[in-house]
């Protein structure tokens, strides 16, 4: 009789782009008047508040269901998340699109791990997240590392061209998968259908890690790169807090092909995916995909119009600071389209790094900027930003070389350069992470193999990956970017004093 009467309810989900399953199936369950005894603990803040209402409201806690018995039934048949990823999934022209609520990390983790296994071939730009690096890791797969275009100029990587790939492709015939990374975090984008095309011509399936231009395949917007799906990847990462209005934390992971085998898949991403996954950041992903579907052109048309508005009072009135054009960037070979939210404004110029600029206007100014490094700033221009928060971030930008700058001095470093920085790869990055280990100063690294992820973050390349020889160029890097301020991860030793290599 019970069963019966689930039967004979009636789902609270609905399969319709101006529909959000997961928020339907939220607001059902408080409007039935239910009460939990299951987790999470706090029941919805039914009892005593949990603390965190003291900053995040009682909302939270009455949204923060569980999805089996609570925001779908025991056995998931009114399928509320499935219904949304297969909304999502049309809504970027994919086959299929998973949820992810650990970030674009796990959704990078479960791609590697779907398409190459221990000890299989894998062709990987050599501009990894370190994210990729873990999914080499857990894989077990062995990297054929490609060179991105690396601009010696600007000292940034670009992405692979589709020669490149095609020269790896004939190298390593017997390659698994083909993974590259774009739009790059500098906002240049590869031209992905020619890769695409290289790839598909041998059968080989196509990765792509495009976690910042996932508002790329929702929106078509004309004055952004076209997304990746659109172009013939075969597996694509998107970020939905990153360029679209998802909570932190929040991933996608989207079929684009039947070159993907989406059985292994699903059973990877069951190894990975948590199973009290929350519906607070599911539901995130599900009412994004909604707003972008439906506002998606006009809210990037703001981001677009602050991001221009920028650069044009930059040039006017911090003429000191170069802001590196969209028609530089997109003449540098390999780059197929730039995205203008990304600008590049280089600092040293006035004697200052990205890392002095960044502190000086953070603490004095109250302005945050998401990526820095050794010689600029690249602010993210998001929907979020107005004009008035443009003119917010030029004018404290114009305090910065008034209070701080030196015009006329070079603050670029002497770093080396990217073919100095490349290496053997001696064993495979899981091998190495996982042999016997010794810590042994820098200078004692070198000729040895790094058994961990050496990474200057953001933008959060390793410039050791396990597996990697030191040489006294990737010492020197890590060395240099440290004691200007950099910031590095994934090292046993934070502060550098001592690496791990192999034993």
Not at 295 to 313: K, N, P, Y
Not at 332 to 348: K, S
Request: one cysteine or more; proline letters at 6%.
């Amino acid at each position: 009789r019970i069963s019966a009467k689930l039967e004979e309810r009636k789902s609270p989900v609905t399969k319709d782009q101006d529909c959000v399953p997961i928020a339907d199936a939220m607001r059902d369950y408080h409007e039935r008047g239910m009460l939990s005894f299951g987790i999470p603990a706090h029941s919805g803040g039914r009892g005593p508040a949990p603390e965190f209402t003291r900053w995040l409201g009682m909302g939270a806690a009455r949204f923060d269901l569980p999805m089996s018995h609570g925001v779908d039934t025991r056995d998931h048949v009114w399928a509320v998340q499935e219904t949304a990823q297969e909304l999502f999934a049309e809504a970027v022209g994919a086959q299929q699109t998973l949820f992810s609520t650990n970030g674009s990390s796990l959704s990078v983790r479960v791609a590697l791990m779907a398409v190459a296994g221990p000890g299989e071939k894998v062709i990987m730009a050599r501009n990894p997240h370190k994210s990729s690096v873990a999914g080499l890791i857990m894989s077990g797969a062995r990297p054929a590392w490609i060179d991105p275009v690396y601009d010696e100029g600007l000292e940034i990587a670009h992405v692979p061209t589709a020669a490149t790939v095609t020269a790896a492709l004939e190298e390593h015939p017997d390659a698994k998968a083909v993974v590259i990374f774009t739009p790059s975090y500098y906002g240049t984008a590869a031209d992905v259908r020619a890769i695409a095309e290289a790839c598909h011509e041998r059968d080989v399936p196509l990765v792509t890690d495009d976690a910042w231009g996932l508002d790329y395949a929702l929106s078509g917007h004309p004055d952004l790169p076209e997304g990746a799906l659109a172009q013939g990847s075969d597996l694509a990462i998107g970020s939905v807090h990153k360029t679209i209005t998802g909570l932190g934390q929040t991933s996608v992971l989207s079929v684009g092909s039947d070159r993907i085998d989406t059985e292994r898949l699903n059973l990877c991403f069951e190894l990975e995916k948590s199973t009290s996954a929350s519906t607070l950041l599911l539901s995130s992903i599900d009412g994004a995909r909604r707003q972008f579907v439906r506002d998606g052109h006009e809210l990037l048309d703001r981001a677009i119009a602050t991001a221009r508005h920028i650069r044009e009072r930059l040039a006017a009135e911090v003429p000191e600071l170069k802001v590196v054009s969209l028609e530089e960037l997109a003449q540098r070979p390999g780059v197929a389209a730039v995205d203008p939210t990304h600008p590049l404004i280089e600092t040293w110029p006035v004697g200052l790094s990205g890392f002095e600029a960044d502190d000086w206007i953070r603490d004095e100014r109250q302005v945050d900027i998401e990526l820095v490094d050794h010689r600029r700033i690249m602010p993210l221009v998001t929907f979020a930003h107005g004009i008035e928060d443009g003119d917010r971030l030029v004018d404290a930008l114009r305090d910065l070389v008034d209070e701080e700058g030196s015009p006329g001095e070079d603050a670029r470093m002497d770093l080396p350069t990217r073919p100095e920085l490349r290496t053997e790869q001696a064993m495979t990055p899981r091998d190495a992470f996982f042999a016997k280990t010794e810590l042994v100063g820098p200078e004692d690294a070198v000729g040895r193999i790094s058994a961990e992820l050496v990474t200057p973050y953001p933008p959060g390349i390793p410039a050791a990956v396990p597996g990697e020889v030191y040489t006294d160029a990737i010492v020197d890097y890590v060395e240099q970017v440290a004691s200007a301020g950099g910031y590095l991860e994934g090292a046993a030793d934070s502060a550098l004093d001592q690496l791990r290599v192999v034993a």
